[in-house]
């Protein structure tokens, strides 16, 4: 399961037996994915602490170029002294391209804040990225980043 990228998948598996009788069978799974200290990133003047990300003011955390579907997904950043008017943006990488992404339905308090973003593209993107820029002179400390595949985005 490593392998595959976040979102729908579907499986198919095939058995023939030694008489040739074949039989197939596809099913789905949906993987999600829940991004800590292990898996984020920190840059200009962020950095790592006690399985936390610090982010003084313009502190960075960015990551984790993970393998996504198209689809539609609910990125949660959890944390303390966090603000919708730092600067976020996620985009995905296609074919070493950028493109940013909407992010729809934007909400939060100062220790969690959730935003939609859908890929539109048909294909799977090398690297989706879930950026966040302390734009502020309080400390903003981030614990995770979940990232939960929904079968549709809210409407704006």
């Known amino acids: 399961l490593q392998d595959l990228p976040l979102g729908k998948n579907e499986i198919s598996c095939v058995a023939t037996s030694s008489n040739g009788a074949t039989i197939s069978y596809t099913t789905s799974i949906t993987l999600n994915g829940d991004f800590d200290y292990n898996t984020l990133y920190s840059g200009q003047g962020g950095y790592k602490q006690n399985n936390l990300i610090i982010l003084p003011r313009n502190g ?3 990551g984790p170029y993970y393998k996504t579907l198209k689809g539609c997904y609910k990125v949660e950043i959890n944390g303390s002294n966090l603000d919708l008017t730092d600067n976020l943006f996620s985009y995905e990488n296609i074919s070493g391209t950028n493109y940013h992404l909407n992010l729809l339905s934007k909400t939060g308090t100062s220790d969690k804040i959730i935003y939609y973003i859908n890929p539109d593209e048909d294909k799977i993107t090398s690297g989706l990225e879930f950026h966040y820029r302390n734009m502020r ?7 995770n980043v ?10 704006e």
């Not at 002179?137 to 614990?143: F, H, L, R, T, Y």
Request: with cysteine; proline share 5%.
């Open 60 to 62: 960075v955390q960015y």
């Open 137 to 143: 002179d309080i400390q903003a400390v981030i614990n």
């Open 146 to 155: 979940t990232v939960t595949y929904q079968d549709s985005c809210p409407v």
